[in-house]
């Protein structure tokens, strides 16, 4: 009988099971709403990134329905071959003039955009300069792109200028960061970081992910909200979070844009969107743009919910964005909190290693425009009584 060379992939699951860090996936039934059903349980949901509520907004809905029916379900290609499709390029050019750029190029993902980008832009000769948190997208776009890679301490703009200071000017240098960390909620260190950018000639590049549709004016993310327009040179975005449907973005120069379109290989080698998918971030776009009480609401309800679970005790770090985490440490208990919070009617999700370091374990909370005041009170009322009931407050 042939033996399992896989075998010590059981082995792994095993180990995360003795350290309580194994995690089934919920599932969830319905839709994407501030109040969902997983796992067959209704519950308040405090873990998507749906922050303003646009997964069923009906303006996203009836544009991906029409661009279905008028265009098909799948683009047949890869954008370089012939899978660009007008839709794409409508999209492409309605997000440079949001974002106040010359182009965009719009990726399958995030993740893509800023593996794509940073692998392509650099190379082995380079260097980046990175915050210790920042996204595993930019981390493996580093490694992908073979540069030296120097990490500097989370919102450090001393400690990165101090790193750059050393650097070969003859060398193309990258700094890059997080405009929110997803884990934290917090906002990196983006005008010092411009600062010495500008000081050293460094290229400046952000992770808006978290950031599009919930900062800057109307969602135009984090260079807006700092007045930095013209010191960013490479700004990605996602599509899958605020925007409420799929994909990422870069957002730069004409020239930047034109060298991902040859090189980027998420770009080059993988299927672009379905006209669908496109649409719906068009008429994201438009809610963006006519409908900034969705983002207000989202605020007020940040603001209540972060307040209350301050107030009640809980440890929730440094955050200043609608990603409030609730840090206990120990990452079974994280775990536990979590699963005690589901029995309940609230879904936060337990957060580990290697997500976080192994001594920040956290549940991690993010409210939505679309939660209601009560809904955000049955949330708060719920982790104050599991938070008592295990030791945690
Ligand atoms: C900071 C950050 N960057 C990039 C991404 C990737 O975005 P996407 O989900 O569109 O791939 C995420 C999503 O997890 C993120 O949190």
């Given at each position: 009988?042939?033996?399992?060379?896989l075998?010590?992939?059981?082995?792994e699951?095993?180990?995360?099971?003795?350290?309580?860090?194994?995690?089934?996936?919920?599932?969830?039934?319905?839709?994407?709403?501030?109040?969902?059903?997983?796992?067959?349980?209704?519950?308040?949901?405090?873990?998507?990134?749906?922050?303003?509520?646009?997964?069923?907004?009906?303006?996203?809905?009836?544009?991906?329905?029409?661009?279905?029916?008028?265009?098909?379900?799948?683009?047949?290609?890869?954008?370089?071959?012939?899978?660009?499709?007008?839709?794409?390029?409508?999209?492409?050019?309605?997000?440079?003039?949001?974002?106040?750029?010359?182009?965009?190029?719009?990726?399958?993902?995030?993740?893509?955009?800023?593996?794509?980008?940073?692998?392509?832009?650099?190379?082995?000769?380079?260097?980046i300069?990175?915050?210790?948190?920042?996204?595993?997208?930019?981390?493996?776009?580093?490694?992908?792109?073979?540069?030296?890679?120097?990490?500097?301490?989370?919102?450090?703009?001393?400690?990165?200028?101090?790193?750059?200071?050393?650097?070969?000017?003859?060398r193309?240098?990258?700094?890059?960061?997080?405009?929110?960390?997803?884990?934290?909620?917090?906002?990196?260190?983006?005008?010092?970081?411009?600062?010495?950018?500008?000081?050293?000639?460094?290229?400046?590049?952000?992770?808006d992910?978290?950031?599009?549709?919930?900062?800057?004016?109307?969602?135009?993310?984090?260079?807006?909200h700092?007045?930095?327009?013209?010191?960013?040179?490479?700004?990605?975005?996602?599509?899958?979070?605020?925007?409420?449907?799929?994909?990422?973005?870069?957002?730069?120069?004409?020239?930047?844009?034109?060298?991902?379109?040859?090189?980027?290989?998420?770009?080059?080698?993988?299927?672009?969107?379905?006209?669908?998918?496109?649409?719906?971030?068009?008429?994201?776009?438009?809610?963006?743009?006519?409908?900034?009480?969705?983002?207000?609401?989202?605020?007020?309800?940040?603001?209540?919910?972060?307040?209350?679970?301050?107030?009640?005790?809980?440890n929730?770090?440094?955050?200043?964005?609608?990603?409030?985490?609730?840090?206990?440490?120990?990452?079974?208990?994280?775990?536990?909190?979590?699963?005690?919070?589901?029995?309940?009617?609230?879904?936060?999700?337990?957060?580990?290693?290697?997500?976080?370091?192994r001594?920040?374990?956290?549940?991690?909370?993010?409210?939505?425009?679309?939660?209601?005041?009560?809904?955000?009170?049955?949330?708060?009322?719920?982790?104050?009584?599991?938070?008592?009931?295990?030791?945690?407050?």
């Open positions: 009988m042939r033996s399992d060379p075998r010590y992939l059981s082995d699951i095993d180990n995360l099971k003795s350290q309580g860090l194994y995690r089934r996936l919920r599932i969830l039934d319905g839709e994407q709403k501030a109040h969902a059903s997983f796992d067959h349980r209704s519950v308040v949901n405090l873990s998507s990134n749906n922050y303003l509520g646009l997964t069923t907004h009906p303006k996203l809905r009836e544009r991906a329905l029409d661009a279905t029916r008028t265009l098909g379900v799948g683009s047949g290609s890869v954008r370089t071959i012939a899978g660009t499709m007008s839709i794409h390029m409508e999209l492409e050019r309605r997000l440079a003039d949001f974002k106040r750029t010359e182009a965009t190029v719009v990726f399958q993902s995030g993740f893509a955009a800023n593996a794509g980008t940073v692998s392509s832009v650099l190379g082995k000769d380079d260097l300069v990175s915050d210790e948190l920042n996204h595993a997208s930019i981390i493996d776009g580093a490694r992908l792109s073979r540069a030296t890679i120097k990490v500097f301490p989370h919102r450090d703009a001393t400690a990165a200028r101090a790193i750059v200071r050393e650097l070969p000017r003859d193309r240098r990258l700094i890059i960061t997080d405009g929110v960390f997803s884990m934290d909620g917090d906002l990196g260190a983006l005008p010092e970081l411009c600062d010495v950018a500008d000081e050293f000639g460094c290229i400046m590049m952000v992770d992910a978290h950031a599009s549709g919930v900062f800057g004016k109307n969602g135009r993310g984090t260079v807006d700092f007045g930095l327009h013209g010191r960013v040179d490479i700004q990605v975005g996602t599509l899958s979070k605020a925007i409420g449907a799929l994909g990422g973005y870069v957002a730069g120069s004409n020239a930047l844009i034109e060298f991902l379109h040859h090189r980027a290989r998420p770009f080059l080698f993988s299927t672009s969107h379905p006209p669908a998918v496109a649409a719906a971030c068009l008429a994201a776009i438009d809610v963006l743009e006519t409908e900034p009480a969705l983002i207000e609401r989202l605020w007020e309800n940040t603001h209540f919910f972060k307040s209350g679970l301050q107030a009640l005790g809980f929730t770090g440094a955050s200043e964005s609608p990603i409030t985490p609730v840090i206990v440490g120990d990452a079974a208990l994280a775990m536990k909190l979590s699963d005690a919070l589901f029995q309940e009617g609230v879904f936060a999700q337990g957060i580990g290693f290697p997500t976080v370091a001594d920040k374990a956290r549940v991690r909370t993010i409210v939505t425009a679309t939660h209601t005041r009560d809904e955000l009170q049955f949330a708060l009322d719920c982790f104050g009584k599991v938070g008592r009931s295990l030791g945690v407050i």
